[in-house]
């Protein structure tokens, strides 16, 4: 998933802050990490994530209705049409261009959701010596040419990271979880105290 820049509203009809709080919930953050694997219909992501055939659907409806999914194509199933969902990495990826901004307030309510989601999973972690993961939490001053190179780096890795996505429980793989947020922060400089400027 990201969280860069979206197209402005007169050229989509939605809105940066419609866009990004389709996402704002930890189910329709795991239907989007399902996605990027597999095409799946409603009846499916409510398998794997154990919830009801209408929650899947409610949730698949709104990030479908945000752009943020596609439908892939149609299936029967009992006499019915399915549709079948899928998350686009490439347009995901795509280079930005001309766009839009998101405002703070609607990223904030993403990395909520995203905390969230975290801390599940984190209940499923796996340790031991063929486990072993990375963890960085930094709040740093570094030179903005260097922060563009690591940002630039970073993002290329999840890019590819996400084209390796395979279908829940392929043969072969392991479950993994990958949460990056990186992004340049406001200068709070403290206002020093009366003391201190003596």
Same mark, same amino acid.
């Given at each position: 998933?990201?969280?860069?820049?979206?197209?402005?509203?007169?050229?989509?009809?939605?809105?940066?802050?419609?866009?990004?709080?389709?996402?704002?919930?930890?189910? /329709?953050?795991?239907?989007?990490?399902?996605?990027?694997?597999?095409?799946?219909?409603?009846?499916?992501?409510?398998?794997?994530?154990?919830?009801?055939?209408?929650?899947?659907?409610?949730?698949?409806?709104?990030?479908?209705?945000?752009?943020?999914?596609?439908?892939?194509?149609?299936?029967?199933?009992?006499?019915?049409?399915?549709?079948?969902?899928?998350?686009?990495?490439?347009?995901?990826?795509?280079?930005?261009?001309?766009?839009?901004?998101?405002?703070?307030?609607?990223?904030?309510?993403?990395?909520?959701?995203?905390?969230?989601?975290?801390?599940? /999973?984190?209940?499923?972690?796996?340790?031991?010596?063929?486990?072993?993961?990375?963890?960085?939490?930094?709040?740093?001053?570094?030179?903005?040419?260097?922060?563009?190179?690591?940002?630039?780096?970073?993002?290329?890795?999840?890019?590819?990271?996400? /084209?390796?996505?395979?279908?829940?429980?392929?043969?072969?793989?392991? /479950?993994?979880?990958?949460?990056?947020?990186?992004?340049?922060?406001?200068?709070?400089?403290?206002?020093?105290?009366?003391?201190?400027?003596?």
């Amino acid at each position: 998933m990201s969280l860069g820049d979206e197209a402005p509203a007169a050229q989509t009809g939605r809105t940066v802050t419609g866009d990004l709080r389709a996402l704002a919930h930890p189910i /329709r953050l795991r239907i989007l990490s399902l996605l990027t694997g597999a095409e799946m219909n409603a009846a499916e992501v409510a398998r794997e994530l154990g919830i009801t055939h209408a929650n899947a659907s409610y949730h698949l409806r709104l990030l479908l209705n945000a752009a943020t999914i596609e439908v892939a194509g149609q299936e029967k199933i009992r006499g019915g049409q399915a549709k079948r969902y899928r998350y686009d990495v490439d347009k995901a990826f795509a280079p930005r261009g001309d766009r839009a901004h998101p405002q703070p307030e609607d990223v904030q309510i993403v990395y909520a959701a995203l905390a969230a989601e975290l801390q599940r /999973r984190a209940r499923a972690i796996v340790t031991g010596p063929d486990s072993v993961g990375t963890l960085t939490d930094a709040e740093l001053w570094i030179d903005l040419d260097e922060w563009r190179k690591i940002r630039d780096r970073v993002a290329q890795a999840s890019e590819h990271l996400h /084209r390796l996505a395979q279908r829940p429980h392929s043969p072969g793989t392991v /479950r993994v979880s990958a949460s990056i947020a990186l992004f340049r922060m406001h200068d709070d400089a403290p206002t020093p105290h009366p003391q201190e400027q003596a």
